[in-house]
């Protein structure tokens, strides 16, 4: 076995190529990708007030405290006709009618579906709940003012509530956390980083597994099956050997993330090199699985990377899977390996979830790689 595991550590020099043209390939499309939709650039958000009331303007300015956004109000037949012409990032419309229910529904007009335009939805919801909120107080106080036969005071009492609201807050919350990554820091860059890794390491693990293939094709495999090797032993060493060769690869990159692009990988590390070493045996039993079903390299080299980046791209390592809408791919998703470790390593890395939130996503892992191994054994074996 010792003697195997050595020979085919030798052999890795025919895939040297192989590796670092995967290995570089997946950090220069990350700090790509990473820089050209991250920085310092803020996109321009057009805000057109139909209403001009108080409480739109208090709408107006609650939307202007949102960060990561340049905002411009101008009116609603410029503002469409900007986003059409690509000009802005998208429009808020603030509909009339909107002082006497705030709790209206604002309309966002954008052209183009991504991860950002989601996370803008979501803050505007809240915003639009806050001014409700707000608005309804001060009406409250207007009521209370009336019945005792005190002026209406609106101006004033948004003034007061302004001050207050900004200074001497009635309800203060106030979360410590140590050394822990900020919540909801969605970042570009993270993503690519994880994505491009799990995406280019797979064509190393797949045709690293697959040299079963080549053996067959060159009459070596028979030659160990008549050895006093077992079987076992054979296909063993070939798994460990691949998954070592990947697993390296895997920590070459997130080391290269961290001291050349950047990439804090927070205080789990721990967790999240265990999420990829989870990958990398699922992806490395599936290359033995399809060592099994194939009868040649060639039929290796035209399937697998239609399979894998097919799998790459439902997995959610080209782009986040939070903008797809389609029920059908999402649940697609689910059985692709990629989706379950970039979504546990990013809870982890992006979204301040528990190391326990791994637990799940590394049990489906496992229980794809044993499955995709154990098919892929049975099949060599009946051969």
């Known amino acids: 076995m010792l003697s195997l595991l050595t020979l085919r550590i030798k052999k890795l020099k025919d895939d040297i190529p192989l590796?670092?043209?995967?290995?570089?390939?997946?950090?220069?499309?990350?700090?790509?990708?990473?820089a050209s939709m991250g920085g310092n650039f803020k996109p321009v958000i057009l805000i057109a007030d139909r209403d001009n009331s108080l409480e739109s303007i208090e709408m107006v300015n609650e939307i202007k405290s949102m960060p990561n956004y340049t905002y411009e109000v101008t009116s609603f037949e410029d503002a469409m006709q900007k986003v059409k012409e690509w000009d802005a990032k998208g429009a808020v419309v603030i509909p009339e009618g909107f002082s006497k229910e705030t709790t209206k529904s604002l309309t966002f007009y954008a052209i183009e579906d991504s991860i950002e335009k989601v996370q803008f939805e979501n803050s505007l919801k809240s915003k639009l709940q806050i001014v409700g909120n707000k608005m309804q107080l001060v009406r409250l106080g207007e009521i209370v003012f009336e019945s005792k036969g005190i002026a209406k005071l609106e101006n004033q009492i948004n003034s007061k509530f302004d001050d207050d609201w900004k200074n001497r807050k009635p309800l203060a919350t106030e979360l410590t956390t140590a050394n822990r990554l900020k919540v909801n820091n969605y970042s570009n860059l993270f993503h690519y980083m994880v994505g491009f890794t799990l995406f280019f390491s797979t064509y190393v693990l797949v045709f690293g597994a697959a040299d079963i293939l080549k053996e067959k094709q060159d009459r070596t495999f028979q030659r160990l099956l008549v050895s006093p090797l077992s079987r076992w032993a054979i296909l063993a060493s070939n798994t460990i050997v691949t998954f070592m060769t990947g697993f390296i690869q895997v920590v070459i990159l997130v080391l290269a993330g961290k001291y050349i692009l950047g990439v804090d990988w927070g205080e789990h590390v721990g967790a999240i090199l265990l999420m990829y070493g989870a990958f990398v045996f699922t992806v490395t039993s599936f290359g033995m699985f399809l060592s099994g079903i194939l009868k040649t390299h060639e039929q290796l080299s035209a399937i697998t990377p239609v399979i894998l980046t097919g799998f790459a791209m439902l997995g959610g390592c080209m782009w986040p899977l939070e903008i797809i809408t389609s029920k059908l791919l999402l649940a697609i998703a689910n059985i692709t390996p990629h989706k379950?470790?970039?979504?546990?390593?990013e809870g982890i890395l992006m979204y301040g979830k528990p190391v326990s939130s791994i637990m799940v996503p590394l049990a489906v892992l496992l229980g794809m790689g044993i499955f995709y191994y154990a098919i892929g054994v049975m099949t060599i074996k009946s051969e």
């Open 19 to 34: 590796i670092v043209i995967m290995t570089l390939m997946a950090f220069f499309l990350t700090m790509i990708f990473g």
């Open 340 to 345: 379950w470790a970039i979504q546990s390593i």
